[in-house]
């Protein structure tokens, strides 16, 4: 193997190449290589890479393991393989649409025996396909006139600069490549790039990374572009996740740290002559994980320090009863709490159950939606100012301008995730430093709760409430099996219990697309289904009035099925309804289905959800299975993770923090726990990292997460 300097570790004595800092080569755009013109500029562009920095990190996405090729003469039909050989010719094959061949067929020759291979699609390969040129090809082979191999990855390996280029090693990198670009001129520039980049400096403490056993920055780097042996490739993927995951959660550490430092709220000892009545006044006993979590609460309100804390809990489990016990908190040290709700139908259910459950104590809850009428906004705005009102319930409309506290000491977030980042600080800022608690039931996995809210406190609800049983889950054929779904509604009902109906979702947002069918199916539904039924209607677009109007009668009973669209998604609670059918279910995502299942587990009948759904896709039809056989919204949400991918999930509005190139959260888990022990600890030592060793890492994470962090690291 050659190229010495990509196995640049630096034995001792060994001359080393010119040091560099990422820094430096993020200075340096791609043109300084030579081969790069603007055509090529342009198509690594539209890859994301403009810099050598941007190169040398464009990591394979896999590599060909040319060591386990079969001769040609040995394939066996029915076997997977990796051939290596040269290209005789090729020519088109399948029937031409608009004058296009769906793919292509090319004959290879190894010195043992022709090969002809299969591709489908990639017809823009065939201009890299010349006779003579060496491709490394896996896939099945199969029998037809003699054997064939189909081909699931083809790549060109051949180099013509001779026997120590980059195509040569004993595994082949794969790139992300576009149209653009081809496999080869990547592998080219890649290597062309970390000649030039030279030796790279690495900003994370050595001494941590010997702890670790990782190898240095830039030994990983060349590894995983071009391997010299499996375990030195998986050490330096390892490397490269734990950096990623490292320079988050070091950010995310510092900034908790900064908060620690500096801000200071006001202690909230309550002295329980709120709470105590309510809690005695509920009809039930709170589990042990409620329990641990209100005390978990009430010690964070007990500090000057402001609480930052996270509570998650499954759908159903019981958190509203801690969000009231903290909002009493808040009044009992004489201040107002105020929670926000992300719809009406929510934010009015919490406001009639709150004020319900508050009935007999001296305090007042007051309701602000953006639905009100302007004499009864003005008369909440007025009492929310002058301190009348001491629990305040709302939706978006809490954050306009123009609502002004008296002495805003809590604010709680429910169901978080469908807050921004920027929703949430505007509600803190209606305070002076409040102690906050946003909530969610949408299942994060704890690997990705503790990468999301890093500079949160976690505390989790890990159990329901006694006497809960699952909700039998099926997925039913739309022909088929829908109408025997109906008729099991229907003995709910005989029962006296009440039944959601979803609505299919036409479009992203509630439009009136979405009415109309939401319209259709109510006819269909109080009709010909259940003429003998009270079926109500509930959607979006309808008046506030109106809305509040049929959940009201829900509630009471006397609507008994309820065709809703998603606005029924989050947090809707009444506890007879047994039965949820879920009409095309598979237009919804999993962690949307699973909360709109929690609308039924909230009693102690025994539930049904049927999933009414055609699954086209693969994707769709793992998420209905999903669904029957989890009930555990962490593992659903695992599962969803599994099949979505992650990059998404991960996303700056929710979190402020990048995205994830190299780590997977799943399969990387210890990797990230490990990490952010390590962060943690570094920056409990040195919480501005000014020491001297630690300035390159505060400069990679003051690039990485942009110039907004610069205040972390003031004192
Ligand atoms: P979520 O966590 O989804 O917000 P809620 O707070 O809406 O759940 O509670 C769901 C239902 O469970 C409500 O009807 C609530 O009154 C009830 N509940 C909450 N805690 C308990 C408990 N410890 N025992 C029995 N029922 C409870
Ligand atoms: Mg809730």
């Known amino acids: 193997m050659a190229w010495p300097t990509s196995r640049g570790s630096s034995a001792a004595g060994a001359p080393l190449p010119a040091r560099t800092t990422l820094t430096d080569l993020r200075a340096r755009p791609v043109t300084e290589l030579p081969g790069v013109g603007p055509r090529i500029e342009a198509a690594l562009g539209a890859l994301g890479v403009a810099t050598l920095a941007d190169m040398i990190s464009h990591y394979p996405s896999r590599h060909e393991d040319l060591s386990n090729v079969k001769r040609i003469s040995e394939l066996r039909v029915g076997e997977r393989a990796t051939v290596v050989g040269t290209v005789v010719g090729t020519r088109p094959v399948g029937r031409p649409v608009r004058g296009r061949s769906p793919g292509f067929s090319a004959q290879l020759y190894d010195g043992t025996g022709y090969l002809p291979v299969t591709v489908w699609g990639r017809g823009w390969l065939l201009n890299q396909l010349l006779p003579e040129v060496r491709v490394v090809v896996s896939g099945e082979v199969q029998s037809r006139y003699g054997i064939q191999l189909v081909a699931k990855s083809i790549e060109v390996v051949d180099d013509p600069a001779g026997e120590d280029g980059p195509h040569s090693g004993r595994f082949v990198p794969v790139y992300p490549v576009?149209?653009?670009?081809?496999?080869?001129?990547?592998?080219?520039?890649?290597?062309?790039?970390?000649?030039?980049?030279?030796?790279?400096?690495?900003?994370?403490?050595?001494?941590?990374?010997?702890?670790?056993?990782?190898?240095?920055?830039?030994?990983?780097?060349?590894?995983?572009?071009?391997?010299?042996?499996?375990?030195?490739?998986?050490?330096?993927?390892?490397?490269?996740?734990?950096?990623?995951?490292?320079?988050?959660?070091?950010?995310?550490?510092?900034?908790?740290?900064?908060?620690?430092?500096?801000?200071?709220?006001?202690?909230?000892?309550?002295?329980?002559?709120?709470?105590?009545?309510?809690?005695?006044?509920?009809?039930?006993?709170?589990?042990?994980?409620?329990?641990?979590?209100?005390?978990?609460?009430?010690?964070?309100?007990?500090?000057?320090?402001?609480?930052?804390?996270?509570?998650?809990?499954?759908?159903?489990?019981?958190?509203?009863?801690?969000?009231?016990?903290?909002?009493?908190?808040?009044?009992?040290?004489?201040?107002q709490g105020a929670i926000m709700a992300p719809t009406e139908v929510l934010a009015e259910q919490h406001y009639l159950s709150i004020s319900a459950a508050l009935a007999e104590l001296p305090i007042e809850v007051v309701l602000l939606t953006g639905s009100q009428t302007a004499a009864e906004r003005r008369a909440a705005l007025e009492k929310i100012e002058g301190g009348e009102a001491h629990v305040v319930v709302g939706t978006h409309a809490l954050i306009q301008r123009g609502v002004e506290f008296r002495d805003l000491s809590l604010v709680v977030v429910d169901e978080q995730h469908r807050f921004g980042v920027g929703q949430r600080t505007v509600f803190r800022e209606k305070g002076t430093t409040p102690d906050t608690l946003v909530m969610t039931a949408t299942p994060i996995p704890r690997t990705l709760s503790l990468t999301l809210y890093g500079d949160l406190e976690v505390s989790v609800i890990d159990e329901l409430p006694p006497g809960r049983k699952p909700v039998e889950t099926r997925v039913v054929d739309?022909?088929?099996?829908?109408?025997?779904?109906?008729?099991?509604?229907?003995?709910?009902?005989?029962?006296?219990?009440?039944?959601?109906?979803?609505?299919?979702?036409?479009?992203?947002?509630?439009?009136?697309?979405?009415?109309?069918?939401a319209e259709e199916l109510h006819e269909e539904l109080a009709g010909e289904v259940f003429p003998d039924r009270r079926v109500g209607l509930l959607h979006g677009r309808m008046?506030?009035?109106?809305?509040?109007?049929?959940?009201?009668?829900?509630?009471?009973?006397?609507?008994?099925?309820?065709?809703?669209?998603?606005?029924?998604?989050?947090?809707?609670?009444?506890?007879?309804?047994?039965?949820i059918v879920i009409e095309g279910a598979e237009r919804f995502g999993l962690s949307q289905l699973h909360q709109l299942r929690g609308r039924v587990c909230r009693g102690t009948h025994p539930p049904r959800c049927f999933l009414v759904g055609d699954p086209k896709t693969e994707d769709?039809?793992?998420?209905?299975?999903?669904?029957?056989?989890?009930?555990?919204?962490?593992?659903?949400?695992?599962?969803?993770?599994?099949?979505?991918?992650?990059?998404?999930?991960?996303?700056?509005?929710?979190?402020?923090?990048?995205?994830?190139?190299?780590?997977?959260?799943?399969?990387?888990?210890?990797?990230?726990?490990?990490?952010?022990?390590e962060a943690f600890a570094l920056v409990a030592d040195d919480p501005t990292l000014k020491r001297p060793d630690h300035r390159p890492l505060r400069r990679e994470i003051r690039e990485l997460l942009g110039s907004n962090v610069e205040w972390l690291f003031r004192e």
């Not at 994370?204 to 010299?228: C, M, Q, S, W, Y």
């Not at 109007?549 to 099925?561: C, H, K, L, N, Y």
């Not at 995205?659 to 997977?664: G, I, Q, S």
């Open 620 to 677: 769709s039809g793992r998420r209905l299975e999903a669904l029957e056989e989890h009930q555990d919204g962490f593992k659903l949400s695992e599962v969803d993770l599994a099949i979505r991918g992650e990059g998404t999930l991960f996303g700056s509005r929710q979190s402020g923090m990048p995205d994830l190139k190299v780590a997977k959260l799943l399969r990387d888990i210890d990797v990230l726990v490990e990490a952010r022990r």
């Open 178 to 335: 576009n149209k653009g670009i081809q496999a080869r001129r990547m592998r080219t520039l890649i290597h062309r790039a970390l000649d030039e980049a030279g030796r790279v400096l690495d900003p994370l403490p050595a001494e941590l990374l010997a702890r670790h056993g990782l190898p240095n920055l830039h030994d990983a780097i060349h590894e995983v572009h071009f391997p010299t042996d499996r375990p030195r490739l998986k050490a330096a993927m390892r490397r490269l996740v734990f950096h990623e995951l490292f320079l988050i959660q070091t950010g995310l550490a510092a900034r908790k740290a900064r908060l620690d430092r500096t801000e200071v709220g006001g202690r909230h000892p309550g002295d329980g002559s709120l709470l105590n009545p309510f809690l005695r006044s509920l009809p039930f006993g709170l589990t042990p994980a409620q329990e641990r979590v209100i005390s978990e609460v009430l010690d964070d309100m007990r500090l000057e320090k402001p609480m930052r804390r996270l509570l998650q809990g499954d759908v159903g489990s019981g958190k509203t009863v801690v969000a009231v016990a903290a909002l009493l908190t808040a009044v009992e040290a004489g201040g």
């Open 543 to 579: 008046r506030a009035q109106e809305k509040r109007e049929v959940m009201a009668s829900f509630r009471a009973g006397e609507i008994e099925v309820l065709v809703a669209t998603v606005v029924v998604e989050v947090g809707v609670d009444v506890a007879n309804a047994s039965a």
């Open 478 to 517: 739309p022909a088929g099996g829908r109408a025997e779904a109906y008729e099991e509604v229907r003995r709910e009902l005989e029962e006296g219990r009440q039944a959601y109906v979803i609505c299919p979702l036409v479009e992203e947002s509630e439009a009136l697309e979405d009415v109309r069918a």
